[in-house]
């Protein structure tokens, strides 16, 4: 009986979801460089996300393609695939120093 509790115990342990841990900044920019430059300064007919935007106004953009708010060609996709913190950290990344 005492083994059966243990074995459910580390059973809910394993299942447990990992702590939650601030959004590697560094990691999630690399999915955006293949388009906007390794800096985020563009090129191509890719805008420039170098240190244009404030980083509200970054974030602003961000959930507008993400709601289909803001015509688009990509960004909608690309953004439907990441949480509010995601942005925020992808926003201190790229945007204006504050
Ligand atoms: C497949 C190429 C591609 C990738 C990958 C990509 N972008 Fe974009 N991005 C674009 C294009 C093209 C636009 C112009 C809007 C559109 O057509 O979707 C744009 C527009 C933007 C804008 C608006 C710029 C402005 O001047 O208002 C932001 C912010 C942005 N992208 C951030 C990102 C971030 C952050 C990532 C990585 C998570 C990323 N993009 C990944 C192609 C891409």
């Known amino acids: 009986m005492r083994l059966a509790a243990s074995v459910l115990t580390l059973g809910l342990l ?3 979801p990992a702590p939650a841990q601030a959004p590697d900044a560094a990691l999630l920019a690399g999915a955006c460089q293949g388009c906007h430059g390794v800096a985020g300064e563009g090129g191509h007919g890719i805008p420039s996300i ?3 935007q404030t980083r509200a106004e970054f974030v602003a953009a961000m959930r ?3 709601g289909n708010e ?3 060609t990509v960004m909608g996709r690309i953004t ?3 949480t509010d913190a ?3 950290a992808l ?3 790229f945007a204006k120093p504050e």
Request: hydrophobic share 45%; net charge positive.
């Open 91 to 93: 926003a201190a990344h």
């Open 70 to 72: 803001r015509p688009n």
């Open 86 to 88: 995601e942005i925020a």
């Open 80 to 82: 439907r695939g990441y």
């Open 50 to 52: 170098k240190q244009q």
């Open 64 to 66: 507008a393609f993400r």
């Open 14 to 16: 394993a299942a447990a």
